[in-house]
């Protein structure tokens, strides 16, 4: 299996909501990653897990929490976002995350809409 | 500080033709250097990859991309371009040196391929 996949595909949310967004992966990969992609623009990253422990916080706001309750899972708890939170939330694995070379690996996405 | 350029926001090419999407970068030591492709409404897909070794690399659905390590550069190239080819190309780098290990894989600002037939 070489895939990563995400849920919901599309979640609309209002401002006071709490939602979460989740990813999965069998491929035995020990780093896992959020990005946010705004429209034709490239994907900017907001977490790295890496083995199970938050390794990167790109200094994202507290609205956001991931989670990776093992290492084929990862969270994204959303609450009390803002509009400008709208957004394709990307998740991805690789192999690790110390080693450069290895790609990465990113699931179809999360279509968030804050309302 | 590592940074990747991807000159042009937009390629046209007609299908047959051969394309290049080009990109340069700058890091510190040796670079790894990526290329993904992203279809609408899609994440991204990875194509290939150079680490070391020969400049050449070939990857998925017939691309190849050339490391030029004296113009650091990373250029996407295809002989011939198909409709399907169509998508936003992104070039990535990380870092290779030990003190800059476990850095984020920096990207480009993305180029649309716009193969028309």
């Known amino acids: 299996d070489t895939e990563v996949t995400q849920t919901p595909k599309h979640l609309v949310m209002g401002m006071t909501n709490k939602k979460s967004l989740k990813c999965e992966q069998h491929?035995?990969?020990?780093?896992m990653y959020w990005y946010k992609q705004k429209a034709k623009k490239p994907p900017e990253l907001m977490f790295v897990?890496?083995?199970?422990?938050?390794?990167i916080n790109e200094s994202v706001p507290s609205r956001f929490s991931p989670e990776c309750p093992n290492s084929s899972l990862l969270n994204l708890h959303l609450h009390a976002l803002q509009p400008e939170d709208s957004a394709l939330y990307l998740c991805a694995s690789s192999q690790d995350h110390d080693s450069s070379y290895n790609e990465q690996f990113f699931g179809p996405g999360t279509r968030l809409t804050v309302l | 500080a590592q940074s990747v350029a991807q000159p042009e926001d937009q390629v046209n090419v007609a299908e047959g033709n051969p394309l290049t999407v080009k990109c340069t970068y700058s890091v510190s030591g040796n670079p790894y250097l990526f290329w993904y492709v992203q279809y609408p409404n899609r994440g991204l897909q990875f194509l290939l990859k150079y680490i070391t070794g020969d400049n050449l690399v070939k990857g998925s659905y017939g691309f190849e991309a050339e490391f030029n390590k004296s113009q650091t550069s990373f250029h996407l190239k295809k002989p011939s371009a198909l409709v399907s080819d169509s998508a936003l190309y992104f070039c990535a780098v990380r870092a290779s040196s030990l003190n800059q290990a476990g850095t984020a894989l920096i990207f480009g600002k993305g180029t649309t391929l716009s193969v028309s037939s």
């Open positions: 897990y890496s083995y199970e422990k938050l390794s």
């Open positions: 491929m035995g990969h020990r780093a």
